[in-house]
């Protein structure tokens, strides 16, 4: 267990093992690795759990940084989760749900934002209350209100705009809206419980242009996974020549050809 405290083993190890996961699934099935990305990927998130299973904010960045997605998993996952229930629980052309889920998808996104809250007014723990780790949870928070107001009102508008009868879904996006500005408004006016305001403030414009930079980077290397992709596939050789039908299978072709023409011409007569 001592191992598991150096960040190298109790973090990026498993972190790489994940890494490895994705490489065995994406495999061909038949090849021997992909059998192994189930036990690569159990290992990984066991080695995770245990290394964060005493979490300390003002330990090394690894240790605050699984501090906070423990502490965050929860409600982000509920606001995830039933944001997509709601969203294919009704009249949808994409893999539609039953309609009687879309109130359990919107009471699941309000009791994320609810339970985020409530961190927000509850003493926090020490795992996010002292040193890296309440900087990583701040900035955590500050972009998490800021996209949730933002993306709450451009889905609201298109609601409206689309019309078709959807002021249930326009009335929730405007309360995830004012909620959320709310809540940024309060941090930032009178902080929260274990933070002053200033504290907020000093954490919103020292890290927010890192996290500005990380999501332009994010979005730099997909466009450029998305280029090495599209080169592999132009630079591809071109498929082997299909041999011609044989006599029999050209039979087949030809019995079922003439069995569908006379079931439509059966049907238009």
Not at 15 to 30: P, V
Not at 174 to 194: D, K, P, R, V
Not at 217 to 237: D, H, N, Q, T, W
Request: hydrophobic share 50%; aromatic share 8%; proline share 5%.
């Amino acid at each position: 267990m001592s191992d598991l405290s150096d960040p190298w083993i109790g973090f990026w190890l498993p972190i790489a093992l994940l890494c490895l996961t994705i490489g065995f699934w994406l495999t061909d099935r038949k090849d021997s690795r992909r059998k192994i990305s189930a036990v690569t990927f159990f290992v990984s998130i066991l080695v995770i759990v245990l290394f964060g299973a005493e979490t300390r904010g003002g330990d090394s960045s690894e240790t605050a940084l699984l501090a906070v997605l423990l502490h965050m998993i929860v409600p982000v996952s509920l606001m995830a989760i039933g944001t997509l229930i709601a969203t294919f629980s009704g009249p949808s052309p994409v893999g539609p749900l039953p309609r009687g889920l879309r109130p359990l998808g919107f009471m699941m996104a309000i009791s994320g934002l609810v339970w985020i809250g409530l961190m927000l007014m509850s003493e926090p723990p020490d795992a996010i209350a002292n040193g890296i780790g309440e900087t990583i949870w701040g900035a955590w928070v500050n972009v998490f209100l800021s996209v949730l107001v933002l993306v709450s009102a451009l889905a609201g508008s298109f609601c409206i705009m689309m019309g078709d009868e959807r002021n249930k879904e326009a009335t929730t996006l405007a309360m995830l809206t004012i909620a959320g500005g709310w809540m940024f408004y309060e941090i930032m006016q009178n902080g929260s419980e274990g933070l002053e305001a200033s504290g907020w403030h000093e954490i919103h414009w020292e890290q927010m242009m890192f996290l500005v930079g990380g999501l332009i980077g994010s979005i730099v290397a997909f466009m450029a996974f998305i280029g090495l992709v599209y080169m592999a596939e132009k630079r591809a050789p071109d498929p082997d020549v299909v041999s011609p039908l044989t006599e029999e299978e050209k039979a087949v072709v030809d019995a079922v050809l003439r069995l569908n023409l006379e079931l439509e011409g059966s049907e238009n007569d």
